[in-house]
């Protein structure tokens, strides 16, 4: 067998190992699927076995679900039915074997990987950190097909199974057991020993009787049809409000719920499947499922050909909102951390702000009083220099200020070890001029993360002129230890995504200049799928920001990023957005309302429709996203678009913004950005690149 290695002991005990050859996970796409039936057929036919327990020869890995390429490539509906078909019908014949089966979780055990456990009369999961279990199949646009609609409520409640996959949440096996999902939990290093006690519990017949009187199951109202449906109810509203409807999977997973209770397996089935092939042909699970791929190309990318440094201690200058997030994000990775303050006052500020962070996620059940405590305990901090020689790593978080930055590393350099890497979360000025008065600029770089830092995964890595691969290896590795996406760009004024990012809001700033209502442009590309409106963003990060931040672009790149006037005026009011309860929005009241005075900054009453304001905002970002790529800002368009889902919110249905290019044709992007250079200007001249490939009928993802 090339997937599978079954032993079978004197005892009748038989041990199917799972194990993808050539691998570091194993998943099942269609030959380990086959193997597995095959193999089941055997054992079913085999009167000598009196269970089967199944393992992982992965590290980490248990199953980490059926093989996305299968959804992915699959164009027609007969391939996706065949495919999710042939899943049911082997862990039906799983489920269906004439003695006990058990799997054995230890690492992830996700969709597919779940789903097979689902079918086993039993489950026993490690308590390691790797052991993480769940069906998130809607991140994919897709629901659990092999069963998993159908097998899990009847453990864990209707309400909590709803919950599980509609929210694609990843348990802890202890958790998994405090839920029922698992009948059994203990540390990797004792689960040969609860195997050998399952075993002789099974010997004994004993086991059965003793498990199906510890499971939960479902709750006696749950099986009232009004509490479903009200459960249903509550879950799509929900769903509504948190995805505003651009994403069917989740709605698909409660209305697959509903249709099925009470039927039996094979109909539930049939019902799950169906819905399962509607759902995978669709735009959305297509634009998912790259996304997807893109990710997983990103885990495996160093961009630098040097091994990294590994980082044990690290240093923090800067404890503001940024800093505080930034520390958080090193400590919560169990690195060391010093932080560089001012005062015992801002110290006191800032481990509270990591202390918030903790106490959020303890409150999800994620993390213990005592674990929260230990990693508290690996923050240190000093108002002077001292304690801070021994750090591997430091990161510059202070205000955007040449001079004051460059002082702040003349300072340490003479502190740190020579070896020590110096990082500047500067979110727009030139990493070669912050090096310029450093004995050894190959060490410094720019490591720029997006507010909230607890939140946001996307880091941007720029390198200087004089970074050295060493450095750029250290920090890609470093951020993703710190469970961050990174992506390196070229160094460039604005760097990536807010190079592209602030054409959008500076276009709807000119829109509302010419007359159009602040809530409708904001409501009009919330209904696109951005996840905030252009002028509550705005106001988020600060007017003054946005001001700053444009000034330094419209510098570079003169007359198309040449700024609306409005901002300039409301920074002369002070008005600053939510820091100052007032911007475009008014914050003083117990819900935000548009700001009554900002109409006295118009300069026209025109009046725009909906596609208008849309092609505006978004086409002048594709713009000015295919002359990054012109540039080499980034490496290729797939990158582009994981940085604009992560760090500036693009909706991911979507599946980025040169993907979405790609939706409306090249050529016509061409046609439209010429209509909107008549109508409003220069800055929509479509960029040489977009020219290029209207005229070889070329795609950013398909290529020509």
Request: proline fraction near 3%.
């Amino acid at each position: 067998m090339k997937y599978f290695k079954l032993k079978i002991d004197k005892k009748g005990i038989a041990t199917l190992l799972f194990d993808t050859p050539k691998s570091s996970v194993n998943v099942f796409n269609k030959a380990a699927l086959e193997e597995f039936k095959t193999t089941l057929g055997r054992l079913a036919k085999d009167q000598k076995i009196n269970a089967l327990f199944i393992e992982s020869a992965k590290e980490s890995i248990f199953i980490a679900g059926a093989d996305i390429h299968e959804i992915k490539e699959a164009k027609e509906e007969k391939q996706i039915l065949a495919f999710v078909k042939n899943g049911q019908d082997i862990f039906n014949r799983l489920e269906s074997l004439p003695f006990p089966t058990i799997a054995m979780i230890d690492g992830a055990c996700l969709g597919g990987g779940l789903e097979m456990s689902l079918a086993c009369s039993y489950r026993i999961a490690s308590t390691h950190a790797d052991t993480r279990i769940g069906l998130p199949e809607v991140q994919l646009g897709i629901i659990p097909g092999f069963g998993g609609t159908q097998r899990l409520y009847p453990l864990v409640g209707y309400a909590k199974a709803m919950e599980l996959m509609v929210g694609s949440k990843r348990l802890k096996g202890e958790k998994a057991l405090k839920l029922g999902l698992v009948d059994a939990c203990v540390p990797r290093g004792y689960l040969a020993f609860k195997k050998e006690e399952f075993i002789q519990e099974i010997l004994a017949g004993t086991l059965k009787v003793k498990i199906h009187s510890q499971r939960k199951g479902l709750k006696w109202y749950e099986k009232l049809s009004l509490v479903r449906m009200l459960i249903g109810m509550i879950a799509r509203k929900n769903v509504i409000k948190k995805t505003g409807g651009h994403y069917p999977a989740p709605l698909a997973v409660i209305d697959v719920m509903q249709k099925t209770f009470g039927k039996n397996l094979q109909e539930g089935l049939k019902i799950e499947r169906e819905e399962e092939v509607k759902l995978a042909l669709s735009p959305v699970s297509k634009n998912l499922i790259e996304l997807y791929f893109i990710s997983e190309a990103l885990k495996h990318e160093t961009f630098s050909k040097s091994a990294p440094k590994v980082i044990h201690q690290s240093a923090v200058v800067g404890t503001g909102t940024m800093g505080s997030g930034i520390a958080w994000a090193l400590d919560n990775q169990d690195i060391d951390i010093r932080l560089k303050v001012r005062s015992n006052e801002s110290a006191a500020n800032a481990i509270a702000k990591i202390r918030q962070f903790y106490t959020a996620i303890q409150k999800r059940g994620r993390l213990s009083e005592r674990e929260v405590a230990l990693k508290m305990d690996k923050i240190t901090f000093s108002t002077t220099y001292t304690g801070f020689e021994s750090s591997d790593f430091l990161l510059e978080a202070v205000s955007e200020d040449l001079l004051v930055k460059q002082n702040v590393y003349q300072e340490f350099e003479t502190v740190l070890a020579h070896d020590a890497i110096i990082a500047t979360n500067t979110s727009s000025i030139s990493i070669s001029d912050l090096a310029q008065k450093l004995s050894y600029p190959n060490r410094f770089i720019g490591m720029h993360f997006f507010n909230p830092v607890n939140r946001m995964p996307l880091v941007e890595i720029i390198a200087g002129h004089n970074t050295d691969d060493k450095t750029i290896a250290t920090v890609v590795h470093l951020s993703k230890q710190m469970g961050k996406t990174p992506i390196k760009v070229k160094e460039s004024a604005g760097f990536l995504v807010n190079r592209i990012l602030m054409p959008y809001l500076n276009e709807a700033a000119l829109m509302f200049e010419e007359g159009e209502f602040v809530h409708h442009i904001d409501q009009t590309l919330l209904d696109f799928g951005m996840p905030m409106g252009p002028f509550r963003l705005i106001d988020t990060v600060g007017i003054d920001i946005g001001v700053h931040v444009s000034a330094i672009l419209y510098a570079a790149y003169a007359k198309r990023m040449q700024p609306a006037a409005v901002m300039a005026k409301m920074m002369e009011k002070e008005w600053l957005g939510v820091k100052r309860q007032k911007g475009f929005y008014d914050y003083s009241g117990n819900k935000p309302h548009v700001n009554a005075g900002i109409s006295a900054f118009q300069l026209q009453k025109t009046s725009l429709d909906d596609l208008c304001i849309q092609q505006r905002a978004l086409f002048i970002m594709i713009n000015e996203a295919s002359r990054c790529l012109e540039e080499s800002v980034v490496d290729n368009a797939r990158y582009l678009d994981m940085a604009l889902v992560m760090g500036a919110g693009f909706p991911a249905f979507r599946g980025g913004l040169m993907r979405y290019a790609d939706s409306l044709g090249i050529e016509s992007v061409v046609t439209k950005l010429n209509q909107l250079r008549t109508a409003y200007g220069e800055r929509f001249t479509p960029a040489e690149l977009l020219l290029d490939m209207a005229q070889r009928k070329a795609t950013f993802y398909g290529g020509a």
